[in-house]
């Protein structure tokens, strides 16, 4: 399914949550997360639309490469002298100059994905808040994984929804567990409805789960996107209007 259906279906959601769970106040930043989190699967496609959004710094990715093999080039020339040592080091800086020129599209988008994951592992390791950091460890491995694997299960879902309910409690805002959970697992069902499906229990069983009624890219399958989000959005519009009580 493509990007936009899962963000329509996942805002959708979210909104679900946010007018018919007792207790859940209505939050458009509630709303919103679990838009987020409706993409957070295909982090696992360099193509995918969240992983060009937390992406965005691969040219620079590109340019730390290319700099790195400049000042290596400049620090051969300048500080050591003809030999061994310094052919290593003309070397190296060729080596970071060659991967920064061959870094196109999915791998430098990987890899700035890596270092935007490693950022967040970091930042939550400084100020202690271990749900930021997890964060970061699920965008630093999910791109190098295969596509509609580890990230489409039901063990993803709980590390996600766990990680919702860390900055749930260390942030004190309500209901994040709920729309973060909510959003993800939007996500893998609406993919079951591909001819490809989700196997929902890997590594402990490789069972596709599928209704197969979409072939994603097709004409048709994008005019059944779009009449399935209308349906879905109708349908909890009417819930929700049902539960205010108007």
Known sequence: MRGSSHLAIGLITGVAIAGLVPGTPFSLPGIALAGFSSLAPDLDHPD??????????????????????????????LQLVPGSEQRLYYTAALAFGLIGVGMQGGSARRLALLFTGLGTVVAGLY??????SLLGTFVALAPFTSHRSWTHTIWATALWTYIG???????????VALFAGGGY??????DSLTKAGVRWFLPVSGYSFKLPIITTGSASG?????AICAGYGLLVLGLVIGNIGF
């Open 127 to 132: 100020t202690e808040q271990l749900w930021l």
């Open 185 to 190: 697992v939007s996500h893998l069902v609406a």
């Open 165 to 175: 309910y860390l900055a749930e409690k260390h942030l004190g805002w309500s209901s």
């Open 48 to 77: 995918s639309r969240l992983s060009k959004r937390l992406g965005f710094s691969q040219n620079y990715v590109r340019w730390a490469f290319a700099a790195g093999a400049l000042l290596l080039g400049a620090y051969s020339y």
């Open 222 to 226: 994008n005019l059944l996107e779009i």
